[in-house]
């Protein structure tokens, strides 16, 4: 059974980056044909995919938040990151992992992580 | 990219039957069979419901189905329980490569 363990920060102040790291367990990030996504999630609004790594190396991002988003990928500790610049109070949330994107579903989820932006 | 249109609210009595419609455009829903549901109760992650507008994966009630028509897409639990209780949401793979989530939908069982 893929499990999956979101860690980082979490307190940011603002204008600071987000670093977070999705370890994957019981299965290969490198399996092919899986993407893999970060999604976050506002206190008490709805879900937003922020992007995702497909396993060929490509990623691809939301459009409203591409020029400050990052994912990478570290196939040697079976995990991806996210990356989040220019952080503000609007990018405050609950901050998935997630195997899926391009057109498979989102099937596996970490549990989630809280990232509040204050000073 | 737009979010897909959700009611924020449906309400239904245990045992009944309650459809949950999501709207896009040809460029997400009507144009991909890659429509997904997910439920989401306070506090946990989403789970997958639904995906390819109507299949359900490995341990999903058969109360639960999706259909699609034109640019909106469905979900119907019959026989409602008081475990259904919880926030859905849509999701479409869209023209852009790129994933779109509708706004979310309540579920109160009365």
């Known amino acids: 059974q893929l499990q999956m363990q979101e860690s980082g920060s979490g307190l940011v102040k603002p204008s600071q980056t987000l670093s977070l790291t999705c370890a994957v367990s019981g299965g290969s990030i490198s399996s092919t044909a899986y993407s893999w996504s970060w999604i976050r999630q506002p206190p008490g609004k709805g879900l937003e995919w922020i992007g995702y790594l497909y396993y060929g190396g490509s990623t691809y991002y939301n459009p409203s938040l591409k020029s400050r988003v990052t994912i990478s990928v570290d196939r040697s500790k079976n995990q991806f990151s996210l990356n989040l610049s220019s952080m503000t109070a609007a990018d405050t949330a609950v901050y998935y992992c997630?195997?899926?994107?391009?057109?498979?579903?989102?099937?596996?989820w970490g549990q989630g992580t809280l990232v509040t932006v204050s000073s | 990219q737009s979010a897909l249109t959700q009611p924020a609210s449906v309400s239904g009595s245990p045992g009944q039957s309650i459809t949950i419609s999501c709207t896009g455009t040809s460029s997400d829903v009507g144009g991909y069979k890659y429509v997904s549901w997910y439920q989401q109760h306070p506090g946990k992650a989403p789970k997958l419901m639904i995906y390819e507008v109507s299949n359900r994966p490995s341990g999903v009630p058969d109360r639960f189905s999706g259909s699609k028509s034109g640019n909106t897409a469905s979900l119907t639990i019959s026989g409602l329980q008081a475990e259904d209780e919880a926030d859905y949401y849509c999701s479409s793979y869209t023209s852009s490569i790129f994933v779109v989530f509708g706004g979310g939908t309540k579920l109160t069982v009365l």
């Open positions: 997630a195997r899926g994107g391009v057109t498979k579903p989102f099937e596996y």
